[in-house]
């Protein structure tokens, strides 16, 4: 399985990005996909997911409002909107997919068994 991520930059804080990921060889149906993000010294956290069993869209604290992950089945992509960008969301994003679990593990990194191979986002005056 690949996912090939691309959409980062540099941006102005208050400006914004849209992150794509395209998935090969498998659908983004039946599996949840997600974004996660690492940032300079800091471990990688949760950033985003789309899950396929209900459908529903989820959002770590610091993002909720300002990100909206959304997916496109005919392109086999998920998307990562970023709005009102702040210097704190400088970090490198990688998207990942599972076949689709429990809701319990969505926002933890190693139950994601596909990685791309992230997409720098720069965020600075």
């Known amino acids: 399985v690949q996912l090939q991520a691309s959409g980062g930059g540099l941006v102005q804080p208050g400006g914004s990005l849209r992150l794509s990921c395209v998935a090969s060889?498998?659908?983004?149906?039946?599996?949840?996909m997600a974004w996660f993000r690492q940032g300079p010294g800091k471990e990688r956290e949760f950033v985003a997911a789309?899950?396929?069993?209900?459908?529903?869209?989820y959002y770590a604290d610091s993002v909720k409002g300002r990100f909206t992950i959304s997916r496109d089945s005919a392109k086999n992509t998920v998307y990562l909107q970023m709005n009102n960008l702040k210097p704190e969301d400088t970090a490198v994003y990688y998207c990942?997919?599972?076949?689709?679990?429990?809701?319990?593990?969505?926002?933890?990194?190693?139950?994601?068994?596909?990685w791309g191979q992230g997409t720098q986002v720069t965020v600075s005056s």
């Open positions: 990942a997919s599972r076949r689709t679990g429990i809701l319990s593990t969505l926002r933890s990194a190693t139950a994601y068994a596909h």
């Open positions: 060889e498998h659908t983004v149906n039946n599996y949840d």
């Open positions: 789309f899950r396929w069993n209900n459908r529903m869209a």
